[in-house]
């Protein structure tokens, strides 16, 4: 497992949901998420993604593809969220919660190399 080659950059120019399927592809491989799978949702308008680690899939939102930088520093805060349910077996708690963006889920987004905030700003 590692980070994305130094060899890929990722522009500001708004992607196209093939390029980022076949992008995302690749990275998922990497970190052994190629089992999960990518969807659009016209209507997600709360989050610009959800991880629906059960069903899983990675639902975003057209929003997402505004930007290549965008789309992948959401798909790896989303990737980090399925190895840290897969790590636990289902999602860590604290003080009797689901605990989706705690220490553990920090610490995914350091190997994965994403910022750990629970949110993403849109430029």
Request: glycine share 6%.
């Amino acid at each position: 497992m590692g980070s994305i080659p130094s060899r890929c950059t990722f522009s500001n120019l708004m992607i196209s949901k093939a390029e980022a399927q076949l992008a995302a592809s690749s990275l998922l491989q990497r970190w052994n998420l190629d089992d999960v799978q990518l969807e659009w949702n016209d209507s997600l308008k709360w989050a610009l993604a959800l991880a629906d680690v059960e069903n899983n899939k990675i639902i975003f939102s057209l929003t997402s593809l505004k930007s290549g930088k965008l789309f992948f520093s959401i798909l790896k805060h989303e990737m980090a969220h399925f190895l840290d349910w897969r790590e636990h077996g289902g999602w860590p708690i604290k003080n009797g919660k689901n605990d989706l963006h705690g220490k553990s889920f920090k610490l995914q987004c350091l190997k994965i190399g994403v910022s750990p905030s629970r949110f993403i700003k849109i430029n």
